[in-house]
């Protein structure tokens, strides 16, 4: 069959397999080819066991895999024989040199600007997919027009703003797709080809241009702005403990406001996950470079709150078990960084397990989806931490129960069976404010929110 597009991505990642199935799911008329420099990452997408857990992934990947969407490790055939090169490779946060700890690592980045130049053939449209920081395609241009060929390439910014665990949810039904370019003829048009792809099944006017740098500014600024929203309602939540306030009476009457809305404010353990707070750094390390230092302060503070409220949780438990948690067992309920994914990348939970390992607890660890990510996580560890898949098993005997991850499951267990299988006086640290506080208090816990009165058997 004779495909009106070839679409080649280039990182297999939990941005670019979704969003790449997603549009062969909607454009059958397309041909969509996922590369990866790792051989494992995509025999898994190959096989029936897909490399990342995502709500409603595994349908759309077998409507369509080797009929429109094919995995590949071969990046050279890949670039070659593609016109429309989406790159979804990994930018982290540096860790070395200039910039470490703040800026983004851009060698994945600029390695696969090069394998483009090196490869290509024919005139090609690249499509930043990845979260730069601004001014990246500028230097991404730069490499790919450096010899002076007939080949000509122009950069797009077309950043991705699904979520994990509703990514599918997200990239069928978007807010908004947004494709900066530069404002020249052949920009333009390349543009207009990306356009055309999304319009398959994106309303136009949800189809939002700019220019280049505003829509890489646009995604940092996205990802800042939610974050500082929980951030706000995590600092408030210290507060109502201190208070009696309770954090879901005011963020239910704060958000319904109509100027501020109701959606992330959720008092929490901290936000997780590989990209909020990577962002934020790279945005605080940018406004430092152009020497905006109190803009840099004010962003930096988002982790800064984050940080303390994952601290705050810890001394909490210290604190309300008698100052000692050597060889107390813990059980954590979760470790994925949000419900429905298996994504542990920044999570809160391996900033908890580490400190209180440090305060000499055992720990065990339950999940339905992170397991296999948490033990990797924890390499080194294992045997002061056990992984149990059984949230009933894991609590057994148990001094506590810390609730990291919003799993829909740990809402309606039998806690008063929990109960009766742990050490007493056992208490439940809820992280996430998911379970039935005053049940839990009359079962005989000791009960301590976020952000809420504790309930307490004195
Ligand atoms: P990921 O680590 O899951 O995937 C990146 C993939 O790129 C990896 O499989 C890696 O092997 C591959 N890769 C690296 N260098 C390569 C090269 N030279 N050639 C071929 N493959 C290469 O990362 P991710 O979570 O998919 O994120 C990718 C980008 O998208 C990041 O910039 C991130 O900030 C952004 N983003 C992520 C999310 C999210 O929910 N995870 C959402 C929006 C945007
Ligand atoms: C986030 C953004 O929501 C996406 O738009 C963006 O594309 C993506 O980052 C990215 O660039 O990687 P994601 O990190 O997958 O998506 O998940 P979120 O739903 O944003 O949750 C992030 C963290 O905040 C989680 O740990 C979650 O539990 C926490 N959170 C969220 C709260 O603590 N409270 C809330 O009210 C909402």
Redesign the pocket.
């Known amino acids: 069959m004779k495909f009106r597009k070839n679409i080649l991505c280039i990182g297999a990642g ?2 670019g397999g979704p969003t790449m199935a997603m549009i062969a799911y909607k454009c059958p008329q397309y041909r969509v080819t996922v590369v990866d420099i790792n051989p494992i990452r995509i025999a898994e997408w190959n096989s029936d066991d897909l490399p990342i857990y995502e709500p409603g992934l595994g349908e759309i990947v077998k409507a369509t895999r080797g009929k429109n969407l094919f995995f590949s490790t071969d990046i050279e055939g890949g670039i070659r024989d593609n016109d429309i090169i989406f790159v979804s490779v990994n930018t982290p946060t540096k860790t070395f040199g200039a910039g470490a700890g703040m800026a983004a690592d851009l060698q994945y980045w600029e390695k696969t600007a090069r394998q483009i130049l090196q490869y290509s053939e024919s005139t090609k449209i690249v499509i930043e997919k990845s ?1 730069l920081p601004v001014k990246t395609a500028l230097a991404m241009e730069k490499i790919l027009n450096y010899t002076k060929n007939s080949i000509s390439f122009d950069v797009l910014s077309n ?8 990514a599918i949810k ?1 990239l069928e039904n978007p807010d908004r797709i947004l494709i900066g370019c530069q404002d020249t003829k052949s920009g333009l048009a390349a543009r207009e080809t990306l356009v055309e792809i999304y319009a398959n099944w994106v309303p136009r006017e949800k189809i939002i241009t700019s220019n280049i740098w505003s829509s890489e500014l646009s ?1 940092i600024v ?2 800042a702005f ?2 500082q ?2 951030s706000s ?2 600092a408030i939540s210290a507060l109502c403990e201190k208070t009696d306030a309770d954090i879901a009476e005011v963020s239910k009457a704060v958000g319904m406001d109509s100027r501020i809305g109701s ?14 707070k990577k ?1 934020i750094l790279n945005l605080v390390y940018l406004c430092q470079h152009y020497s905006l230092h109190e803009v840099a302060d004010y962003w930096e503070s988002v982790v800064r709150i984050n940080q303390y409220q994952q601290e705050r949780f810890i001394l909490n438990m210290l604190t309300t078990m008698f100052n000692t948690l050597a060889g107390k067992r813990i059980c954590l309920f979760g470790f994925a ?3 429905n ?1 298996g ?1 542990t990348r920044e ?2 939970a391996i900033y908890i397990t580490k400190r209180l390992l440090e305060e000499k607890a055992e720990i065990v660890i339950t999940d339905p989806k992170a397991l296999k990510n948490a033990k990797a996580d924890l390499t080194g560890m294992e045997g002061q931490v056990s992984f149990v898949e059984d949230p009933y098993k894991a609590a057994e005997g148990c001094h506590a129960i810390a609730i990291l ?2 799993w829909d499951v740990y809402r309606n267990l039998d806690f008063q069976k929990i109960f009766n299988t742990m050490t007493k006086p056992a208490s439940i640290f809820d992280g ?1 404010n998911i379970i039935d506080h005053k049940r839990c208090f009359d079962i005989g816990f000791n009960v301590y929110p976020t952000g809420k009165p504790a309930l307490t058997h004195s």
Do not use: H, M, Q, W
């Open positions: 939990y941005v979260t950043p991705e703003f699904l979520a994990e665990g509703s997200d995604k996205s990802n939610l974050a929203r929980i309602i995590n959606k992330f404010l959720s008092a929490s353990v901290g936000f997780g996950g590989s990209c909020f962002d960084f949000k419900a994914t994504d999570s809160p991850t919003e996430r």
